[in-house]
């Protein structure tokens, strides 16, 4: 019994729904949701699916649609369910008001073929991983498919329709007194920190790009919280360039003295991987290796875990990390030579590598020396307000 956590495996459940793969936003569009054919082809060759708990995620068979109508709701307004449930039965020009009137950007947010099915399917597979952390079955839940963090109560933004992390959020807080919420994503995580700004029951932090107009333009390090969540919200706000060294450097001494300090039941780690070299949207020069040692570490804390998804624009980059960080969830350091017969292989030319160098063609890293160690102290600074 008392050498249980030492003995036995990481307890891991791998939540997918073979649907959501299918979706296109639109042949222009950076967002792929093929990329997690990707990923799980990468994880099934790898073998990972035969150590883990399967979740096959089913809206027809599994789920009881308002049951799951119900959660959205705890967020999400009834007004905006029903425009995206209504999508095709409403006229165009109903449709063009509700865009109007709320301000959508119908680019970045396209109106395709099964919309509202896609946006169930991601959001049900968040809520089956979170069920698990609930029931204490899983010691890591992960849904690849989820982690859309920048969906906003009343509508979608930067390719985010249901924001599925905030709903999953607000039922981990039925059983958890404490959750906390980091996003390595390249982006701001918006819609999660504007949903628990004014509360203490969700810390949330953001490691982004900030500055020249990169979306969504918030995350300064001077947003941390308002009434009783003052001081339960950090923004990590960097440039362009940074390299594994230095974001993980600084990514574990925040979240030390954080975990410390707030003492979460739960950690929620949104993995969007668009802060990689290479990302056709993103502009950091993270490695697999260096995104998943952030995985790594938080996975040490020994805190339940649920990983999600999220950005990454350049798809066989995406399918490398989010399989490298499955393993991890596991234990395992995969082989750096990719499974034989593994399907679309030729993505993966021309190294057939997990692990490719980043090679020359990079962009400078433009966060001195000083700016991140200012950062860090400030950082720190605030973390030191939670104690009193
Ligand atoms: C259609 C076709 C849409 C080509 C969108 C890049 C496109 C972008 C497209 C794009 C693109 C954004 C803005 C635009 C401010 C808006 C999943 C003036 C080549 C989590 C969302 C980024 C990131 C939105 C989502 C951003 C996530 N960048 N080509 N759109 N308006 N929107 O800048 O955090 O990764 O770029
Ligand atoms: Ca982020
Ligand atoms: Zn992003």
Not at 138 to 157: E, M, Q, R, T, V
Not at 294 to 312: A, E, H, R, T
Request: charged letters at 20%.
């Amino acid at each position: 019994e008392l050498n249980n956590n030492l003995t036995n495996k990481t307890r891991v459940s791998y939540h997918r729904n073979a649907d959501t793969a299918n979706y296109h936003y639109g042949p222009f569009h950076p967002m792929k949701p093929f990329r997690l054919r990707l990923t799980d082809n990468l994880v099934t060759g790898y073998g990972l699916h035969n150590i883990m708990d399967l979740y096959e995620v089913d809206l027809e068979q599994n789920y009881n649609i308002n049951m799951l109508e119900d959660k959205i709701l705890k967020f999400h307004s009834k007004e905006y369910l029903n425009f995206l449930k209504n999508l095709n039965d409403n006229s165009d020009q109903e449709n063009k008001k509700y865009l109007i009137k709320n301000d959508i950007d119908d680019n970045d947010c396209p109106i395709f073929h099964g919309l509202y099915k896609y946006c169930l399917n991601y959001t049900s597979t968040t809520l089956s991983a979170v069920e698990c952390i609930k029931q204490k079955k899983s010691d890591i839940a992960i849904n690849w498919s989820g982690g859309l963090h920048h969906a906003k109560k009343f509508k979608p933004s930067g390719f985010c329709y249901l924001n599925d992390i905030v709903v999953g959020i607000l039922d981990l807080l039925k059983t958890h007194a404490r959750v906390l919420y980091i996003d390595i994503d390249i982006h701001h995580g918006d819609g999660v920190q504007e949903a628990f700004y004014l509360t203490d029951r969700v810390f949330t932090i953001s490691f982004h790009k900030y500055g020249g107009y990169f979306f969504p333009m918030t995350g300064a390090l001077q947003e941390t919280g308002v009434a009783k969540g003052k001081n339960y919200c950090l923004n990590v706000p960097l440039m362009d360039g940074i390299k594994d060294y230095e974001y993980t450097q600084l990514f574990k001494s925040i979240i030390t003295p954080l975990v410390e300090s707030y003492n979460p039941e739960c950690v929620v780690l949104q993995c969007g991987t668009d802060s990689l070299g290479y990302d056709r949207l993103g502009t950091f020069n993270l490695t697999v290796k260096g995104h998943g040692e952030c995985v790594k570490y938080v996975k040490s804390l020994g805190i339940p875990l649920v990983l999600v998804g999220g950005g990454g624009y350049t798809p066989p980059n995406v399918s490398r990390a989010w399989c490298y960080e499955t393993g991890i969830a596991n234990d395992l350091i995969l082989r750096e030579k990719l499974p034989d017969n593994l399907p679309f292989k030729d993505y993966y030319s021309p190294d057939y590598s997990l692990y490719p160098e980043l090679g020359d063609s990079i962009l400078t890293d433009m966060n001195s020396k000083t700016f991140l160690n200012d950062t860090r102290i400030r950082l720190l600074e605030q973390i030191r307000y939670l104690q009193g």
